[in-house]
Structures are given as C-alpha cells and as structure tokens.
C-alpha cells in the first residue's frame, strides 16, 4: 500500500520515524524499538538514511522488516548528495525489488571536504524525484521547511523551490520540525497560495533533554519559543522532569493540530518507543474522538 492512500483515508494518522544503527553490533537494539514502535499502530513508520548516508545500508533491511515482518507501512529514506548517481540507482532497484513502494527523497547533509556538486551526483532533490520516477510506480515524499531552508536567504525562494519539487512528482510532504504551531499554519497558507496542495505533514519533534535541544537547533536552525526556552530553564538539569515536560510539550502540539483540523502527524521519536508511547498514551480518547 502507498502512504498517499493512508493519507487520504479518513481519520487521523500519526507517524513515526526511526534511525538505522551507526554500527551493525546495534542492528537488533534497532530492531527491538521498532518492533515496539509498531505496536502503536502507527500510520507508518520511517527510517532515516543517515548523515551522509552513513547509515545507509541498514535503511532497507529494516524498511522491509517493517513491511514484511510487521506488516506496518514502511517509508524508506533516500538522499543523494553523497552517493554517485549509480549508487542511488542501485538503492532504488533495490528498494523496488523488496517491494518497498515509499520513498522520501532528499538531498542530504553534504559530507565534509566533498567537491559538490559534482556531475556524478545529483546536485537537488528535485532531481532524485525525477530519477525515482522513472524506476517504477513509488510513492514519493519531500521535505518542506517551514521556518525556510538553511540555505536560502529569501522565504519566497523555499516556496518556489518547493513548488518545483512537488511538481516533479511529490506526492507528499513532511515538514521540518517546528515548536511554534503558528509557523506551521503561516507556512501551508503561504504554499497553498503558490499551489501546493498535495498533503503536508507536520513533524513534531519531542525535545526531552537540554542536549537534543541544541542538537536538535544545529542541525535545522529551528527557532524555540519562550514558551519552551522557560521549560528548558525550569526543568533542563532534571531528566525526568525535562523528559516529562517534553513529551507534554509536544502533546500540546499535537493536540492543537488535531483541533485545527490537521489529520496527519508525523513524531520525531527516533528509536525511543517508550516517548512514543507516552505520547500516544495522551493521546488517546482525543484521537477516536
């Protein structure tokens, strides 16, 4: 099944995403979060390529054990601006021949001291969408950057990037993560005016720890609230309490979402099952309601 269909179905679905070991001793320690993850019924579950694609060899054994073995969508991601363009043709063969129907396309992280773009490689994710299109019938979906791309100076440039992406054959979206929801809301109106109107997914992250909040604003520039920055101050040098207020957090979020409307979600829980339970968990009369 291709998540555009989950995605148009009626009700609400929530998504998660998990990462690939950075070594294959943590294989299993990976596939045990998962097995939980999937126990929530999730919409589907992602999984991440890895800086650099570092991580990358891992991304389809898992895909296809969330498929396969738990019967749960799986979204396989894909970059390429560390990979050749025959390297990323072989992925998505291989990705085809698993039957995995669901791609993320996306540039990627460059990795330090390359020459890029070079004309081996593809130089924007517009271009990996276009190639993945010519493999065979996938689902394909983007990034979108709400609060605006690293790399551009202009908000109007993003969206017209953006608009180029999707008209390559997007079929979904799936934002950075946000921590104000009035950024979320300012942006679909703004790319719903320049005719985006495929389906778009908020990604909430649950920040439970001081140090994945500065992680977390290395790797997107994302910019907290006061809001957050107090409970950052209140409860960052207590684990428990940070991890609490965290989760609480971005319930809040959700649960504003939900009231506005929005009918997919997709959580930033990475390989942490029991975030992703506790937030399901809050969740759960609002969502049958």
């Known amino acids: 099944m291709k998540i555009i269909d989950r995605l148009n179905e009626d009700g609400i679905h929530i998504s998660f995403e998990v990462f690939p070991p950075k070594t294959d001793e943590g294989f299993d320690k990976v596939i045990s979060a998962v097995d939980e993850i999937a126990t929530l019924n999730p919409a589907f579950i992602s999984v991440t390529y890895g800086a650099g694609g570092g991580t990358s060899k891992n991304t389809a054994r898992i895909a296809s054990h969330i498929k396969d073995d738990l019967n749960v969508l799986s979204?396989?991601?894909?970059t390429?601006?560390?990979s050749t363009k025959e390297e990323v043709r072989k992925v998505i063969g291989n990705l085809k021949e698993l039957g995995i129907d669901n791609i993320l396309a996306l540039r990627g992280d460059i990795p330090p001291g390359m020459d890029f773009p070079d004309t081996d490689r593809f130089r924007f994710a517009y271009e990996l969408v276009e190639e993945i299109r010519k493999h065979g019938d996938?689902?394909?979906?983007?990034?979108?950057?709400p609060e605006g791309h690293v790399e551009n100076e202009h908000k109007s440039d993003d969206i017209r990037y953006l608009k180029q992406k999707v008209d390559s054959g997007v079929d979904f979206l799936t934002t950075q993560m946000f921590f104000d929801n009035d950024i979320h809301y300012n942006f679909l109106y703004r790319i719903r005016e320049a005719g985006i109107t495929v389906p778009v997914l908020p990604g909430i992250m649950p920040i439970t720890?001081?140090?994945?909040?500065?992680k977390s604003?290395?790797?997107s520039g994302t910019v907290f609230p006061r809001r957050f920055l107090a409970i950052l101050d209140r409860f960052g040098s207590s684990p428990a309490a940070m991890r609490q207020a965290g989760i609480a957090y971005a319930t809040d979020q959700?649960?504003?979402l939900l009231a506005n409307g929005v009918r997919n979600i997709h959580i930033y829980s990475m390989?942490?099952?029991d975030i992703a339970a506790a937030i399901m968990k809050n969740l759960s009369e609002i969502i049958k309601a």
């Open 138 to 145: 996938f689902c394909i979906g983007a990034a979108c950057y």
């Open 75 to 78: 979204l396989a991601h894909l």
């Open 80 to 82: 390429c601006a560390s």
């Open 209 to 214: 720890s001081a140090s994945q909040m500065k």
């Open 271 to 273: 390989n942490k099952p």
């Open 254 to 256: 959700i649960i504003d």
């Open 217 to 219: 604003q290395e790797l």
